[in-house]
C-alpha cells in the first residue's frame, strides 16, 4: 500500500520520510480514474437466465437491429431470450431490450462479464456457467475452466 522512502543528512541530525501511496501516484499520472468491480453473487433475477439453445452462442454475431459496420462492436446477448443487441457505448439496444421485455440479464462478448439491469450490477453465479462457457468456447475454441467446481 504504502512505499516509504528515508533520507537523512550527513551526521543523521535531519530525516525526511515520504510516504507515496499507489492512489497518489495514479492520482498525479491521471489515471485515477479505475475502478474495482465486485459482482453480485445473490442477484434474485437469475431465474430469468434459460438453457443456451442448441445452436449455441456465437460472439462474432452482430446486433440484430444495427444495419451499420457498427453491428458487432461490443455486443451482448440476453440470457432470456438469447437475442444479440448492442450496449449501451453503441446503440444502446440491449438496454432498450431489456426495458421493453424485462429481460434482466445479459452477457458481454468483450469480456464475458453477465450484468443484470434490474440490479444495475455485474453478477457471478454457477448458474452463468452454461451460457458463459458456450461464449468462451466461441471465443476461444476451449472449454471454460469451472470456478464453480470444487
Known amino acids: 500500500d504504502h512505499l516509504l522512502a528515508a533520507s537523512s543528512t550527513s551526521g543523521g541530525s535531519k530525516q525526511m520520510i515520504i510516504s507515496i501511496t499507489l492512489d497518489n501516484v495514479l492520482k498525479e499520472l491521471g489515471m485515477d480514474e479505475g475502478f474495482a468491480v465486485h459482482p453480485r453473487h ?6 430469468a437466465v434459460t438453457a443456451v439453445p442448441p445452436s449455441g452462442i456465437n460472439v462474432t ?38 426495458a421493453e421485455l424485462s429481460h434482466p440479464i445479459v452477457l458481454g ?42
Open 109 to 150: 462478448f468483450v469480456d464475458l462479464s453477465v450484468w443484470c439491469y434490474h440490479c444495475d450490477s455485474y453478477i457471478e453465479s454457477p448458474v452463468l456457467y452454461e451460457a458463459k462457457n458456450a461464449a468462451y468456447m466461441s471465443k476461444f475454441g476451449e472449454t471454460m475452466p469451472n470456478i464453480y467446481s470444487k
Open 61 to 98: 454475431s452482430p446486433c440484430v437491429e444495427c444495419t451499420s459496420d457498427c453491428a458487432t462492436v461490443e455486443n451482448w446477448i440476453c440470457l432470456t431470450c438469447y437475442t444479440i443487441h448492442c450496449g449501451r457505448v453503441v446503440n444502446e439496444h440491449m438496454l432498450l431490450h431489456s
Open 42 to 47: 445473490d442477484c434474485p433475477h437469475l431465474p
